[in-house]
């Protein structure tokens, strides 16, 4: 089996607009990419809070 692709922050925005949008659950999305509520919630949080950019790891500790 190969690697997970990498969740960028694009890859995180669409996965949460899919969510937004009604097309998809977050116990779906969950399931599907093998990510915890906790950790959609967060990066929902951090979309709310700063944009594309606070799905960035590296902005992580800049933003906090």
Do not use: D, M, Y
């Amino acid at each position: 089996p190969g690697a997970a692709p990498r969740w960028t922050p694009l890859r995180k925005r669409e996965l949460l607009r899919r969510i937004q949008s009604g097309e998809a659950t977050a116990e779906t999305v969950c399931a599907e990419h093998n990510l915890s509520p906790e950790e959609i919630a967060s990066w929902a949080e951090r979309e709310r809070r700063f944009g594309t950019r606070g799905l960035k790891v590296s902005n992580l500790q800049r933003l906090r």
